[in-house]
């Protein structure tokens, strides 16, 4: 994933480990910048939302990853894993996406 940025702002990458930390199809938290981001490798790319819930307290990455989505384990809220949107459930709010690179092995994360 890409995203721009404009010319005048700086760009903060945060490693957040090697690609095997990180199984297919599964959400696994990592602080970013003070932050609990949830990270997961799909067969097509990767993924990084916040790790909360926007209804709730839940924890994202204790949820259930399916179809490019992820449920969360309290409510039931789910989530588009690439937009952020909600696709059903309870959530007011879309969750936070952030840009996430694959650089010489380690998986990094702006924030």
């Known amino acids: 994933m890409t995203s721009s940025t404009p010319a005048n702002s700086v760009v903060s990458w945060h490693d957040v480990g090697v690609e095997t930390d990180f199984p297919d199809g599964e959400a696994v938290a990592v602080p970013v910048n003070g932050r609990a981001v949830a990270i997961v490798r799909l067969a097509d790319g990767w993924r990084a ?63």
Do not use: K
Not at 56 to 71: M, R, Y
Not at 80 to 103: F, K, N, Q
């Open 49 to 111: 939302v916040q790790d909360r819930c926007t209804h709730g307290v839940g924890s994202l990455s204790q949820g259930f990853v399916s179809d490019n989505c992820i449920e969360c384990p309290l409510h039931e809220g789910v989530f588009d894993l690439t937009t952020g949107e909600v696709r059903s459930g309870p959530p007011p709010r879309p969750l936070r996406v952030y840009p996430i690179r694959i650089v010489d092995g380690r998986v990094q994360v702006e924030g």
